[in-house]
């Protein structure tokens, strides 16, 4: 028998940036409880500001692991913009998730 704790851990850790609460429940809405039917649930963290973003992950790492699976970033937020958030994240985390930053413009198609 599978205990509450293990199944908890075994959930991936996706952490979502926007200072917009209407896109931040957007994007909880369109993922979901499971992203695919072959993946684990799970577990969504919600940051509006940067340094809120940067302290979770900070505590994270000092106990060796950064937590989070999957970072999903709007690239729209201000001041500090989800590029900008991304670059940092993949500067400072050794072996950093996917970074996955979305844009409204079509002028940032190309990223």
């Not at 199944?7 to 429940?25: E, L, P």
Request: proline share 5%; glycine share 8%; charged share 25%.
């Amino acid at each position: 028998m599978v205990s509450e704790a293990s199944t908890a851990q075994k959930k991936k850790q996706i952490a979502i940036y926007s200072d917009d609460s209407s896109v931040r429940a957007s994007i909880v809405l369109a993922l979901g409880n499971r992203i695919a039917d072959d993946l684990p649930e799970h577990e969504i963290h919600e940051f509006a500001t940067g340094p809120a973003l940067r302290l979770y992950v900070d505590g994270k790492a000092r106990s060796g692991d950064h937590g989070i699976d999957l970072f999903i970033l709007d690239g729209e937020s201000a001041p500090e913009g989800g590029m900008g958030v991304a670059r940092q994240l993949k500067d400072e985390l050794f072996n950093c998730p996917p970074v996955l930053v979305m844009t409204a413009r079509k002028e940032d198609a190309w990223l």
